[in-house]
T-cell receptor, first 115, second 111 residues
Framework: EAGVTQSPTHLIKTRGQQATLRCSPI?????VYWYQQALGLGLQFLLW???????NRGNFPPRFSGRQFPNYSSELNVNALELEDSALYLC??????????????FGNGTRLTVT | DQQVKQNSPSLSVQEGRISILNCDYT??????FLWYKKYPAEGPTFLIS?????DKNEDGRFTVFLNKSAKHLSLHIVPSQPGDSAVYFC??????????FGTGTRLQVFP
């Protein structure tokens, strides 16, 4: 069984541009979580999608958005990129249900660099 | 507001000795705690978890201790091995749909 896969591995963008990051969850898993790991910080919760709908979002501005497709894969979009958006973006799916009382399994992330 | 804190950014331990990684939390509603390990260029890997109804959970070389009154949890690795060198994150949840992570502790195990 394939794990969580993310693409691209690295992404370099210029300030003001848009970035699109993609995630495929473990087969059959319907929930997708997005986290941001900026330099020197822990993982900050960004977004949670389940069954195609946004269920919750973290304390990030509206230019961070995303969606989940019928096959449960997900896309994270970051508009009007700022230098501080440079970070590792991680996607994860829970063992069962949602993240409460269930470990999250992470992909290897997309390293976004904004210049 | 950092609800989960790992106050030691780094720890260095000799191979074969015990590694103790610490984590403090502020939210008394947290009732599920986890530890993750992260190597460079990889996503975090789940290590071990504990529910608030327990005070200890053991899995091989890894043991997690939970002290609810002190709002403190720790991860013990015995014996430590060079392959354990990584960044360790603690995380917690409170009957919600997300995990809150600490900032991580970099463990280095030297020969």
């Amino acid at each position: 069984e394939a794990g969580v896969t993310q693409s691209p591995t690295h992404l370099i963008k210029t300030r003001g541009q848009q970035a699109t990051l993609r995630c495929s969850p473990i087969s059959g898993h319907t929930s997708v979580y997005w986290y941001q790991q900026a330099l020197g910080l822990g993982l900050q919760f960004l977004l949670w999608y389940d069954e195609g709908e946004e269920r919750n979002r973290g304390n990030f501005p509206p230019r961070f958005s995303g969606r989940q497709f019928p096959n449960y894969s997900s896309e994270l979009n970051v508009n009007a990129l700022e230098l501080e958006d440079s970070a590792l973006y991680l996607c994860a799916t829970p063992d069962r249900g949602y993240a409460y009382n269930s470990p999250l399994h992470f992909g290897n992330g997309t390293r976004l660099t904004v210049t | 507001d950092q609800q989960v804190k790992q106050n030691s950014p780094s720890l260095s331990v000799q191979e074969g000795r015990i590694s103790i990684l610490n984590c403090d939390y502020t939210n008394s509603m947290f009732d599920y705690f986890l530890w993750y390990k992260k190597y460079p260029a990889e996503g975090p890997t789940f290590l071990i978890s504990i529910s608030s109804i327990k005070d200890k959970n053991e899995d091989g070389r890894f043991t997690v201790f939970l002290n609810k009154s002190a709002k403190h949890l720790s991860l013990h690795i015995v014996p430590s091995q060079p392959g354990d060198s990584a960044v360790y994150f603690c995380a917690a949840s409170a009957n919600t749909d997300k995990l809150i992570f600490g900032t991580g502790t970099r463990l280095q195990v030297f020969p």
